[in-house]
């Protein structure tokens, strides 16, 4: 079966740095998407990664290792407005997304 | 009105309402998605349609049927829905190339309650 996998939970302090990672088993791959949804929110597009390597979008990063199957969402200078809970989605052999359950960033001051 | 909108953003209805949620999309994008999302699971793709054709059905009830009058309108029309059909309900469009589009842009969810 296809499987994406991602933390629960995860915390981290104001001006701190997170990494939140994404690994994943699906049949094929056609690119992996990063998802930003506040409580109560639609999900917001953060980043897509098809290639291997780091793509840098400001104070987040997204870095994908197609090979070991695996991503992670780098977010620098952590603000109280990042808490909210990152969705990892990958693209299959079909074209279709593979979504995680997603992982709830809590920011503390 | 700018990008995907929802309507209503939240109902509640019994197991034998039909009720009908709408989505608009005023990006100019050629697909349409219907997501559910449940508590601490991941997002599931119900509906897809590309160019108003329904090209994916991912094993819904019948009790959930969509409809795609053109490129900027979706619905879902519910009727004798379960408990456990309770979540929040998603819209989203992208643009699609054949090839499964490019990132998809979400309206701010229906809260469905089945009583």
């Known amino acids: 079966g296809q499987n994406i996998d991602q933390p629960t939970e995860m915390t981290a302090t104001e001006g701190a740095i997170v990494q939140i990672n994404c690994t994943y088993q699906?049949?094929?791959?056609?690119?992996l998407f990063w998802y930003q949804q506040h409580a109560g929110e639609a999900p917001t597009f953060l980043s897509y990664n098809v290639l291997d390597g780091l793509e840098e979008k400001g104070r987040f990063s997204s870095f994908l290792s197609r090979s070991k199957g695996y991503s992670y969402l780098l977010l620098k200078e952590l603000q109280m407005k990042d808490s909210a809970s990152y969705l990892c989605?990958?693209?299959?052999?079909?074209?279709?997304?593979?979504w995680g359950a997603g992982t709830k960033l809590i920011i503390k001051p | 009105e700018t990008g995907v909108t929802q309507t209503p953003r939240h109902l509640v209805m019994g197991m034998t309402n039909k009720k009908s949620l709408k989505c608009e999309q005023h990006l100019g994008h050629n697909a349409m998605y219907w997501y559910k999302q449940s508590a601490k699971k991941p997002l599931e793709l119900m509906f897809v349609y590309n160019f108003k054709e329904q090209t994916e059905n991912n094993s819904v009830p019948s009790r959930f049927s969509p409809e795609c009058p053109n490129s900027s309108h979706l619905f879902l029309h519910l009727h004798t829905l379960q408990p456990e059909d309770s979540a929040l309900y998603l819209c989203?469009?992208?643009?699609?190339?054949?090839?499964?589009?490019?990132?998809?842009?979400f309206g701010p969810g229906t809260r469905l309650t089945v009583t």
């Open positions: 699906t049949s094929g791959f056609n690119g």
């Open positions: 989605a990958v693209r299959d052999s079909n074209y279709q997304l593979i």
């Open positions: 989203a469009s992208s643009q699609s190339d054949g090839t499964g589009g490019y990132e998809q842009y």
